[in-house]
């Protein structure tokens, strides 16, 4: 008698998660390659975080993304953690080894990075400032992932000014941390303009930031990707700034975990793209 192929499950943690487009990528890609497998959202309150990754392996699942608002504190939790993912002090992404083991990965700058190049192949990170708004999770990839790209001054950006320069901790050679009240003079002569905040988001406010002082060449990226046209780059894009949303960091930050879950390194192809934006 043959063995049975083992049937592989994974899927996204957070709260709130139905929002979340990541099933949509996932269980294509299943289907593409044949796959015995599925991808869920995993509706997970903060207090029971805990309980619920000590579970994964347990219940034999392939892994999970993490999202907000636990990708802090489900580092905790692991067995080991990848470099990148102890750099940026967070993680998106846990993989169960066939051991049982939990280990911790961070996608988010890789997406990030990726995403960029995919719309400005020649972009760089050394080519002029970056100002970047926000200091949560994701700020903390982007950040990071930008210092390895070989950017050279980062002004960044936050509400609370304790939160930036926590983040900025050994790293003031590059980056500069600016009070928010400054946060319209600091376009200044920037090559790149990035909102790592939720403002702009459905359900949010739109983010207060005024361009006038922004060139108008300059690089403007929002993570967000509901909507996938931000205030933000829609003013932007009134300009005549070339802009970037937050639909291909989605894609591109799947990939990685994606082969780790099930062994197949995929494609972003115009297939996928049409069935995520088919679910705006």
Not at 164 to 191: N, P, T
């Amino acid at each position: 008698m043959t063995e049975p192929v083992q049937f592989k499950l994974a899927g996204v943690m957070g709260m709130p998660i139905f929002q979340s487009r990541s099933p949509v990528i996932h269980n294509h890609w299943i289907r593409e390659h044949g796959i015995r497998g599925a991808y869920g959202h995993f509706p997970v309150q903060p207090d029971r975080v805990e309980q619920a990754i000590r579970g994964l392996s347990a219940l034999g699942l392939a892994g999970c993304n993490i999202t907000l608002p636990h990708k802090v504190a489900a580092m905790s939790l692991m067995d080991e953690l990848t470099p990148m993912a102890k750099r940026i002090g967070a993680i998106n992404c846990i993989v169960v080894q066939a051991d049982g083991r939990l280990v911790g990965h961070n996608n988010d700058g890789f997406g990030y990075i990726q995403s960029i190049k995919d719309v400005q192949p020649h972009w760089r990170a050394d080519a002029g400032a970056v100002v970047l708004l926000g200091a949560g999770g994701a700020a903390r990839a982007v950040l990071i992932s930008l210092i390895e790209e070989g950017a050279k001054e980062i002004r960044l950006i936050n509400r609370t000014r304790e939160k930036s320069q926590a983040l900025a901790q050994g790293l003031e050679s590059v980056v500069k941390v600016l009070d928010w009240q400054d946060r319209h003079a600091a376009l200044a002569g920037a090559a790149m303009l990035i909102n790592t905040t939720n403002q702009g988001m459905y359900g949010q406010p739109a983010l207060d930031l005024r361009l006038d002082e922004l060139p108008r060449q300059a690089l403007v990226s929002d993570l967000i990707y509901i909507p996938l046209q931000t205030p933000l780059l829609a003013q932007a894009s009134e300009r005549g700034n070339p802009t970037v949303n937050g639909l291909g960091m989605l894609l591109n930050q799947a990939i990685p975990a994606f082969e780790a879950w099930f062994g197949v390194r995929p494609q972003i192809t115009p297939e996928l793209h049409r069935l995520v934006l088919a679910t705006f």
